[in-house]
Protein backbone atom coordinates (compact mmCIF):
# COMPACT_ATOMS: atom_id res chain seq x y z
CA UNK A 1 0.00 0.00 0.00
CA UNK A 2 1.33 3.41 -0.96
CA UNK A 3 1.21 5.66 1.79
CA UNK A 4 -1.04 8.69 0.94
CA UNK A 5 1.92 11.60 1.47
CA UNK A 6 4.07 9.37 -1.27
CA UNK A 7 0.97 10.11 -3.86
CA UNK A 8 0.74 13.65 -3.18
CA UNK A 9 4.48 14.28 -3.73
CA UNK A 10 4.35 12.15 -6.96
CA UNK A 11 1.80 14.49 -7.90
CA UNK A 12 3.39 17.45 -6.69
CA UNK A 13 6.36 16.22 -8.73
CA UNK A 14 4.34 15.39 -11.93
CA UNK A 15 2.94 18.86 -11.69
CA UNK A 16 6.13 20.24 -11.77
CA UNK A 17 7.66 18.46 -14.49
CA UNK A 18 5.32 19.13 -16.82
CA UNK A 19 5.26 22.95 -15.74
CA UNK A 20 8.65 22.75 -16.74
CA UNK A 21 8.32 21.11 -19.73
CA UNK A 22 6.04 24.19 -20.89
CA UNK A 23 8.03 26.68 -19.58
CA UNK A 24 11.48 24.98 -21.21
CA UNK A 25 9.40 25.05 -24.39
CA UNK A 26 8.19 28.85 -24.24
CA UNK A 27 11.60 29.82 -23.82
CA UNK A 28 13.21 28.01 -26.98
CA UNK A 29 10.22 29.39 -28.91
CA UNK A 30 11.62 32.37 -27.36
CA UNK A 31 15.06 32.16 -28.34
CA UNK A 32 13.95 30.88 -31.96
CA UNK A 33 11.90 34.11 -32.62
CA UNK A 34 15.56 35.94 -31.42
CA UNK A 35 17.75 34.14 -33.77
CA UNK A 36 15.07 34.75 -36.64
CA UNK A 37 14.78 38.49 -36.09
CA UNK A 38 18.77 38.72 -35.83
CA UNK A 39 19.53 36.90 -39.54
CA UNK A 40 16.35 39.83 -40.87
CA UNK A 41 18.02 42.75 -39.23
CA UNK A 42 19.26 44.24 -42.31
CA UNK A 43 20.49 47.24 -42.11
CA UNK A 44 17.05 50.13 -41.92
CA UNK A 45 19.46 53.23 -42.12
CA UNK A 46 22.22 54.20 -44.99
CA UNK A 47 25.53 54.70 -42.92
CA UNK A 48 26.45 58.11 -41.98
CA UNK A 49 28.65 59.39 -45.11
CA UNK A 50 31.30 61.76 -43.74
CA UNK A 51 31.07 65.03 -44.92
CA UNK A 52 33.79 66.54 -47.77
CA UNK A 53 36.59 68.66 -46.22
CA UNK A 54 39.38 70.11 -47.77
CA UNK A 55 42.51 68.51 -47.38
CA UNK A 56 46.18 68.81 -47.74
CA UNK A 57 47.96 65.76 -48.96
CA UNK A 58 51.61 66.41 -49.56
CA UNK A 59 52.58 64.48 -52.79
CA UNK A 60 56.25 63.74 -53.61
CA UNK A 61 57.69 64.30 -56.81
CA UNK A 62 60.59 61.88 -57.79
CA UNK A 63 61.66 64.13 -60.95
CA UNK A 64 63.18 66.62 -58.84
CA UNK A 65 63.13 65.25 -55.01
CA UNK A 66 60.59 67.33 -53.65
CA UNK A 67 57.32 67.37 -51.72
CA UNK A 68 54.42 69.52 -52.80
CA UNK A 69 51.59 70.26 -50.87
CA UNK A 70 47.91 69.81 -52.98
CA UNK A 71 44.49 70.76 -51.16
CA UNK A 72 41.75 67.89 -52.22
CA UNK A 73 38.06 67.44 -51.17
CA UNK A 74 37.54 64.11 -49.28
CA UNK A 75 35.39 62.48 -47.22
CA UNK A 76 36.66 62.99 -43.51
CA UNK A 77 35.36 61.17 -40.68
CA UNK A 78 35.41 62.93 -37.63
CA UNK A 79 37.86 60.35 -35.33
CA UNK A 80 41.54 61.60 -35.18
CA UNK A 81 42.83 58.23 -36.10
CA UNK A 82 40.09 57.22 -38.63
CA UNK A 83 40.81 60.83 -40.51
CA UNK A 84 44.49 59.78 -40.05
CA UNK A 85 43.90 56.88 -42.57
CA UNK A 86 41.71 59.04 -44.81
CA UNK A 87 44.00 61.19 -45.73
CA UNK A 88 47.19 58.60 -46.43
CA UNK A 89 44.96 56.28 -48.11
CA UNK A 90 44.14 59.30 -50.11
CA UNK A 91 47.62 60.27 -50.53
CA UNK A 92 48.37 56.33 -51.58
CA UNK A 93 45.61 56.17 -53.79
CA UNK A 94 47.57 59.18 -56.00
CA UNK A 95 50.66 57.01 -55.90
CA UNK A 96 49.32 54.34 -57.48
CA UNK A 97 48.19 55.87 -60.27
CA UNK A 98 50.96 55.09 -62.91
CA UNK A 99 51.10 58.36 -64.20
CA UNK A 100 51.93 59.63 -60.84
CA UNK A 101 55.10 61.84 -59.95
CA UNK A 102 55.82 59.10 -58.10
CA UNK A 103 54.49 55.97 -58.69
CA UNK A 104 54.19 53.24 -55.65
CA UNK A 105 51.64 50.26 -56.05
CA UNK A 106 49.04 49.71 -53.57
CA UNK A 107 46.68 52.58 -52.70
CA UNK A 108 44.58 53.58 -49.83
CA UNK A 109 44.61 49.65 -48.70
CA UNK A 110 48.18 49.87 -48.22
CA UNK A 111 47.49 52.31 -44.98
CA UNK A 112 45.95 49.13 -42.78
CA UNK A 113 45.55 51.33 -39.27
CA UNK A 114 46.82 55.18 -38.15
CA UNK A 115 47.00 54.57 -34.37
CA UNK A 116 47.53 57.91 -32.17
CA UNK A 117 48.95 57.94 -28.93
CA UNK A 118 50.63 60.66 -26.51
CA UNK A 119 53.75 61.59 -28.08
CA UNK A 120 56.90 59.72 -25.50
CA UNK A 121 59.67 61.98 -24.67
CA UNK A 122 61.19 64.17 -21.87
CA UNK A 123 57.82 65.31 -20.41
CA UNK A 124 59.78 68.82 -19.25
CA UNK A 125 60.43 69.74 -23.04
CA UNK A 126 57.78 68.33 -25.33
CA UNK A 127 54.65 70.11 -26.02
CA UNK A 128 51.96 68.14 -23.65
CA UNK A 129 49.26 67.32 -26.36
CA UNK A 130 51.96 66.32 -28.85
CA UNK A 131 50.81 62.81 -30.52
CA UNK A 132 52.91 60.21 -32.28
CA UNK A 133 51.32 58.06 -34.85
CA UNK A 134 51.88 54.62 -35.38
CA UNK A 135 51.01 53.67 -39.19
CA UNK A 136 50.45 50.10 -39.70
CA UNK A 137 51.31 49.34 -43.28
CA UNK A 138 50.10 46.68 -45.53
CA UNK A 139 52.94 43.70 -46.07
CA UNK A 140 52.60 43.62 -49.70
CA UNK A 141 52.50 47.68 -49.70
CA UNK A 142 56.19 47.47 -48.45
CA UNK A 143 57.28 43.87 -50.70
CA UNK A 144 55.89 45.84 -53.65
CA UNK A 145 57.51 49.75 -52.91
CA UNK A 146 59.96 50.08 -55.75
CA UNK A 147 63.49 49.81 -54.12
CA UNK A 148 65.72 52.70 -53.86
CA UNK A 149 67.12 55.68 -51.38
CA UNK A 150 65.01 58.56 -52.79
CA UNK A 151 61.63 56.92 -53.78
CA UNK A 152 61.42 55.08 -50.28
CA UNK A 153 62.89 58.49 -48.71
CA UNK A 154 59.85 60.66 -50.42
CA UNK A 155 57.28 58.43 -49.55
CA UNK A 156 57.95 58.40 -46.10
CA UNK A 157 58.07 61.66 -45.86
CA UNK A 158 55.07 62.33 -47.86
CA UNK A 159 53.30 60.02 -45.55
CA UNK A 160 54.86 62.40 -42.02
CA UNK A 161 53.97 65.64 -43.98
CA UNK A 162 50.49 65.08 -44.97
CA UNK A 163 49.90 63.96 -41.21
CA UNK A 164 50.80 67.45 -40.10
CA UNK A 165 49.06 69.02 -42.49
CA UNK A 166 45.67 67.53 -41.72
CA UNK A 167 46.41 66.79 -37.83
CA UNK A 168 49.20 69.35 -36.41
CA UNK A 169 49.02 67.70 -33.02
CA UNK A 170 51.00 64.87 -34.69
CA UNK A 171 54.52 65.15 -33.64
CA UNK A 172 56.12 62.35 -34.47
CA UNK A 173 55.60 58.99 -36.89
CA UNK A 174 56.75 55.14 -36.57
CA UNK A 175 55.66 52.73 -38.93
CA UNK A 176 55.00 49.16 -38.56
CA UNK A 177 54.23 46.41 -41.24
CA UNK A 178 51.92 44.08 -40.68
CA UNK A 179 51.80 45.22 -37.06
CA UNK A 180 55.43 44.39 -36.71
CA UNK A 181 58.42 46.32 -37.04
CA UNK A 182 60.95 45.95 -39.90
CA UNK A 183 64.31 47.11 -40.75
CA UNK A 184 63.54 49.06 -43.96
CA UNK A 185 60.95 50.43 -46.45
CA UNK A 186 62.35 48.40 -49.59
CA UNK A 187 65.83 47.81 -48.58
CA UNK A 188 66.90 51.35 -47.75
CA UNK A 189 64.70 53.88 -45.87
CA UNK A 190 64.71 52.93 -42.01
CA UNK A 191 61.67 51.97 -40.40
CA UNK A 192 63.02 51.10 -36.98
CA UNK A 193 63.67 55.28 -36.24
CA UNK A 194 61.08 57.56 -34.97
CA UNK A 195 60.30 60.43 -37.95
CA UNK A 196 59.46 63.73 -36.74
CA UNK A 197 56.91 65.36 -38.91
CA UNK A 198 58.23 68.74 -38.66
CA UNK A 199 61.93 67.80 -40.41
CA UNK A 200 59.19 65.99 -43.25
CA UNK A 201 57.56 69.49 -44.00
CA UNK A 202 58.04 71.23 -47.11
CA UNK A 203 59.03 74.41 -48.00
CA UNK A 204 56.78 75.15 -50.76
CA UNK A 205 53.75 76.42 -51.94
CA UNK A 206 50.25 74.99 -52.16
CA UNK A 207 49.05 73.83 -55.44
CA UNK A 208 45.54 73.87 -55.61
CA UNK B 1 125.73 70.84 -1.94
CA UNK B 2 123.52 67.69 -3.03
CA UNK B 3 120.41 70.23 -3.49
CA UNK B 4 122.14 72.44 -6.12
CA UNK B 5 123.20 69.60 -8.16
CA UNK B 6 120.25 67.98 -8.11
CA UNK B 7 118.63 71.35 -9.32
CA UNK B 8 121.61 72.02 -11.65
CA UNK B 9 120.70 68.50 -13.83
CA UNK B 10 117.40 69.03 -13.76
CA UNK B 11 117.58 72.35 -15.55
CA UNK B 12 119.97 70.91 -17.46
CA UNK B 13 117.46 67.88 -18.21
CA UNK B 14 114.85 70.50 -19.22
CA UNK B 15 116.99 72.68 -21.52
CA UNK B 16 118.09 69.16 -23.64
CA UNK B 17 114.38 68.21 -23.69
CA UNK B 18 113.33 72.04 -25.16
CA UNK B 19 116.30 71.80 -27.29
CA UNK B 20 115.04 67.79 -28.74
CA UNK B 21 111.46 69.14 -28.80
CA UNK B 22 112.74 71.87 -31.30
CA UNK B 23 114.66 70.19 -33.41
CA UNK B 24 112.26 67.48 -33.97
CA UNK B 25 110.54 66.97 -37.45
CA UNK B 26 107.10 67.69 -36.94
CA UNK B 27 104.42 64.70 -37.21
CA UNK B 28 103.53 63.29 -40.20
CA UNK B 29 100.15 64.72 -41.24
CA UNK B 30 97.41 62.08 -41.29
CA UNK B 31 97.16 59.84 -44.54
CA UNK B 32 93.96 61.28 -45.99
CA UNK B 33 91.19 58.18 -46.19
CA UNK B 34 88.36 58.09 -48.04
CA UNK B 35 86.10 54.99 -47.06
CA UNK B 36 83.62 53.65 -50.56
CA UNK B 37 80.82 51.68 -48.72
CA UNK B 38 79.32 49.27 -52.06
CA UNK B 39 75.38 48.85 -50.74
CA UNK B 40 73.63 45.62 -50.27
CA UNK B 41 76.00 42.47 -51.44
CA UNK B 42 75.41 38.73 -50.84
CA UNK B 43 72.05 37.68 -50.28
CA UNK B 44 70.98 41.32 -50.23
CA UNK B 45 70.52 42.16 -53.90
CA UNK B 46 68.84 45.48 -52.72
CA UNK B 47 66.49 46.46 -55.96
CA UNK B 48 66.46 45.32 -59.56
CA UNK B 49 67.54 47.70 -62.40
CA UNK B 50 65.41 47.57 -65.75
CA UNK B 51 68.87 46.19 -67.46
CA UNK B 52 68.38 43.39 -65.62
CA UNK B 53 71.32 43.88 -63.67
CA UNK B 54 70.85 44.07 -58.90
CA UNK B 55 71.52 46.51 -57.74
CA UNK B 56 74.32 45.02 -55.54
CA UNK B 57 76.25 44.48 -58.62
CA UNK B 58 75.69 48.18 -59.79
CA UNK B 59 76.89 49.20 -56.73
CA UNK B 60 80.15 47.22 -56.52
CA UNK B 61 81.23 48.12 -60.18
CA UNK B 62 81.07 51.95 -59.25
CA UNK B 63 82.96 51.11 -55.75
CA UNK B 64 86.07 49.49 -58.03
CA UNK B 65 86.11 52.22 -60.42
CA UNK B 66 85.80 54.84 -57.92
CA UNK B 67 88.39 52.80 -55.59
CA UNK B 68 90.95 53.15 -58.90
CA UNK B 69 90.58 56.46 -59.46
CA UNK B 70 90.94 57.80 -56.08
CA UNK B 71 93.45 55.07 -55.66
CA UNK B 72 95.76 56.80 -58.96
CA UNK B 73 95.32 60.24 -57.12
CA UNK B 74 97.19 58.72 -54.00
CA UNK B 75 94.49 58.21 -52.14
CA UNK B 76 93.95 55.37 -48.95
CA UNK B 77 90.78 53.62 -49.91
CA UNK B 78 89.47 51.55 -47.82
CA UNK B 79 85.78 49.30 -49.05
CA UNK B 80 83.47 47.68 -46.89
CA UNK B 81 83.01 44.44 -49.71
CA UNK B 82 85.60 43.85 -52.48
CA UNK B 83 83.14 41.06 -54.09
CA UNK B 84 79.19 39.97 -53.68
CA UNK B 85 79.68 39.16 -50.40
CA UNK B 86 77.02 40.14 -47.62
CA UNK B 87 78.25 42.73 -45.11
CA UNK B 88 75.63 44.13 -41.65
CA UNK B 89 75.14 47.36 -41.72
CA UNK B 90 76.72 47.73 -38.39
CA UNK B 91 79.92 46.12 -39.88
CA UNK B 92 80.04 48.88 -42.97
CA UNK B 93 80.00 51.40 -39.99
CA UNK B 94 82.23 49.74 -37.66
CA UNK B 95 85.02 49.72 -40.82
CA UNK B 96 84.15 53.00 -41.80
CA UNK B 97 84.73 54.55 -37.64
CA UNK B 98 87.83 52.22 -37.63
CA UNK B 99 89.68 54.22 -40.84
CA UNK B 100 89.02 57.38 -38.98
CA UNK B 101 88.25 58.49 -42.94
CA UNK B 102 88.03 62.01 -44.48
CA UNK B 103 84.65 60.71 -46.31
CA UNK B 104 82.80 58.03 -46.47
CA UNK B 105 80.19 57.47 -49.50
CA UNK B 106 77.75 54.80 -49.58
CA UNK B 107 77.36 54.01 -53.20
CA UNK B 108 73.84 52.66 -54.50
CA UNK B 109 71.64 52.83 -57.60
CA UNK B 110 68.10 52.96 -58.54
CA UNK B 111 65.41 53.20 -61.58
CA UNK B 112 63.25 56.06 -59.06
CA UNK B 113 64.14 59.33 -60.17
CA UNK B 114 66.83 60.36 -62.79
CA UNK B 115 70.39 61.89 -62.16
CA UNK B 116 72.28 61.53 -59.09
CA UNK B 117 71.10 62.00 -55.86
CA UNK B 118 73.02 63.07 -52.86
CA UNK B 119 71.91 62.25 -49.29
CA UNK B 120 73.00 63.20 -46.02
CA UNK B 121 71.86 62.06 -42.64
CA UNK B 122 68.63 63.20 -41.96
CA UNK B 123 69.55 63.30 -37.87
CA UNK B 124 69.38 66.58 -36.21
CA UNK B 125 72.77 68.13 -35.81
CA UNK B 126 74.13 67.74 -32.38
CA UNK B 127 77.40 69.14 -30.74
CA UNK B 128 80.36 66.41 -30.45
CA UNK B 129 80.36 63.90 -27.69
CA UNK B 130 83.05 61.57 -26.62
CA UNK B 131 80.63 58.90 -26.76
CA UNK B 132 77.88 59.41 -29.26
CA UNK B 133 75.26 57.15 -29.38
CA UNK B 134 76.13 54.36 -31.83
CA UNK B 135 72.86 54.84 -33.88
CA UNK B 136 72.64 58.02 -34.01
CA UNK B 137 76.58 59.03 -34.16
CA UNK B 138 76.17 60.86 -37.70
CA UNK B 139 74.66 63.58 -36.08
CA UNK B 140 77.72 65.29 -35.02
CA UNK B 141 79.23 65.21 -38.21
CA UNK B 142 76.04 66.28 -39.85
CA UNK B 143 77.59 69.89 -40.68
CA UNK B 144 80.85 68.28 -42.18
CA UNK B 145 78.59 65.77 -44.15
CA UNK B 146 76.64 68.67 -45.82
CA UNK B 147 79.93 70.86 -47.18
CA UNK B 148 81.36 67.34 -48.50
CA UNK B 149 77.81 67.22 -50.13
CA UNK B 150 77.79 71.06 -51.60
CA UNK B 151 81.82 69.67 -53.02
CA UNK B 152 80.31 66.85 -54.24
CA UNK B 153 77.01 68.66 -55.51
CA UNK B 154 79.60 71.17 -57.42
CA UNK B 155 81.79 68.84 -59.02
CA UNK B 156 78.50 66.64 -60.42
CA UNK B 157 77.00 69.86 -61.88
CA UNK B 158 80.41 70.51 -63.72
CA UNK B 159 80.25 67.93 -65.04
CA UNK B 160 76.67 68.26 -66.39
CA UNK B 161 75.03 65.85 -64.13
CA UNK B 162 71.58 66.47 -63.12
CA UNK B 163 71.66 66.64 -58.61
CA UNK B 164 69.71 66.03 -56.03
CA UNK B 165 70.08 67.04 -52.40
CA UNK B 166 68.21 65.15 -49.94
CA UNK B 167 68.74 64.04 -46.25
CA UNK B 168 67.53 60.28 -45.75
CA UNK B 169 67.17 58.06 -42.63
CA UNK B 170 69.68 55.17 -43.37
CA UNK B 171 70.74 52.27 -41.15
CA UNK B 172 74.58 52.23 -41.51
CA UNK B 173 75.05 55.67 -42.38
CA UNK B 174 73.39 57.18 -39.70
CA UNK B 175 76.31 55.56 -37.45
CA UNK B 176 79.75 56.64 -39.46
CA UNK B 177 81.68 59.08 -37.43
CA UNK B 178 82.75 61.21 -40.60
CA UNK B 179 81.82 63.35 -42.99
CA UNK B 180 79.44 60.70 -44.54
CA UNK B 181 77.06 60.61 -47.82
CA UNK B 182 74.79 58.23 -49.63
CA UNK B 183 75.21 58.48 -53.46
CA UNK B 184 72.60 56.70 -55.48
CA UNK B 185 72.78 56.60 -59.31
CA UNK B 186 69.64 57.16 -60.75
CA UNK B 187 68.86 56.55 -64.92
CA UNK B 188 69.42 60.08 -66.93
CA UNK B 189 66.08 61.01 -68.57
CA UNK B 190 64.76 63.20 -71.38
CA UNK B 191 62.41 65.39 -71.91
CA UNK B 192 59.58 63.13 -71.80
CA UNK B 193 60.97 61.24 -68.70
CA UNK B 194 61.91 58.47 -71.00
CA UNK B 195 65.29 56.65 -69.95
CA UNK B 196 67.98 57.53 -71.76
CA UNK B 197 70.84 55.81 -69.99
CA UNK B 198 70.55 52.97 -67.10
CA UNK B 199 72.40 53.90 -64.01
CA UNK B 200 74.47 50.49 -64.33
CA UNK B 201 75.98 52.10 -68.36
CA UNK B 202 79.42 51.83 -68.04
CA UNK B 203 80.11 55.36 -69.70
CA UNK B 204 77.63 56.93 -66.98
CA UNK B 205 78.88 55.46 -64.32
CA UNK B 206 82.79 56.52 -65.47
CA UNK B 207 81.22 60.04 -66.10
CA UNK B 208 79.89 59.74 -62.30
CA UNK B 209 82.88 58.29 -60.84
CA UNK B 210 85.52 60.90 -62.03
CA UNK B 211 83.21 63.51 -60.78
CA UNK B 212 83.48 62.14 -57.20
CA UNK B 213 87.37 61.74 -57.42
CA UNK B 214 87.74 64.76 -58.58
CA UNK B 215 85.13 66.38 -56.00
CA UNK B 216 86.80 64.35 -53.13
CA UNK B 217 90.25 65.46 -54.46
CA UNK B 218 89.21 68.84 -53.51
CA UNK B 219 87.81 68.08 -50.30
CA UNK B 220 91.31 66.79 -49.42
CA UNK B 221 92.72 69.72 -50.03
CA UNK B 222 89.49 72.09 -49.06
CA UNK B 223 87.67 70.89 -46.69
CA UNK B 224 89.37 68.73 -43.65
CA UNK B 225 89.50 71.88 -41.53
CA UNK B 226 86.51 71.41 -38.80
Redesign the interface.
Known sequence: VIPRYQKILFVVLLIASLAMGVVLWQLRERAHKRLVAGESSAPTRAPEVAPAEQATLVAANDADNSLVPQVHSLPLPADPGARARAVLGRLLDLYADPEATHPVPGGAASVTQVFLLPAPGDIQTRDPGAQLAVVNLAGNFAASHPSGLQTETLTLDSMCATLRANLPRVAEVRFLVDGQPRATLAGHADLTRTYLTAAAAPAEGIKP | MALSKFATAVMIASAVAVAAAQQAPPAPAQRFVVVLDAA?GGD?S???LDSGQL?KTANLALSVRLRSLLGARGILVVTTRESDASVELNRRAEIANRANAGACLSL?T?????GV?L?AS?L?PVPSTRFPAWKTAQAAWITRSLALAGVLNSALEHADLNV????????GL?SMTCPAL?V?I?PQRGED?TITTEPDDADYQARVAASLAAAIVQWRTEGRQP
Open positions: HDGGKEHSESGSHFSPTLGRTALPDAEAN
